[in-house]
């Protein structure tokens, strides 16, 4: 009788399908669960892309409260020039000839016509000629 050679664990019984999936489902789930936190971290309604995209809408309301408030000091050094405290003479008759109103032996010419609605740049003169 020959010497029995002692068996390995594992020897003898091939390849332990429900064994190899048991050992690999710890990895699979942690890889699975890593992957779909890892896209709702880029891609998520709060995510990294998300996060840009707000800091460029903000940025972008930044500059237009910027440009409102400086448009608001130069109306509001307009509306002071028109003050009864400190009436700007200039400012009047400018305003007056947006009016169309002139002094007498004046002659307002408008550069567009009436009711035509608001031009780009309101505040500008119109052509004012003056007979001589």
């Known amino acids: 009788m020959a010497a029995s050679i002692p068996m390995v664990r594992g020897e003898g019984r091939g390849f332990d399908l429900k064994r190899q999936l048991r050992l690999s489902a710890g990895p699979v789930l942690a890889l699975l669960l890593a992957g779909y936190f890892g896209y709702h971290l880029v891609q998520g309604d709060r995510g ?21 408030e400086a448009t608001r000091q130069a109306l509001e ?18 305003r007056a000839r ?8 004046e002659v307002v010419v408008l550069d567009e016509p009436v009711g035509a609605g608001p031009r780009p ?10 007979k001589r």
């Not at 050094?77 to 008759?93: A, F, I, Y």
């Not at 947006?98 to 032996?105: E, I, K, R």
């Open 77 to 94: 050094l307009r509306v002071n020039g028109l003050r009864t405290e400190s009436l700007d003479r200039d400012l009047l008759e400018e």
């Open 48 to 68: 990294l892309l998300s996060f840009r995209r707000l800091d460029a809408m903000v940025e972008a309301a930044r500059k237009e409260v910027t440009a409102a």
């Open 98 to 105: 947006l009016l169309s109103m002139g002094a007498p032996g």
């Open 121 to 130: 740049n309101a505040l500008s003169d119109p052509v004012v000629a003056t």
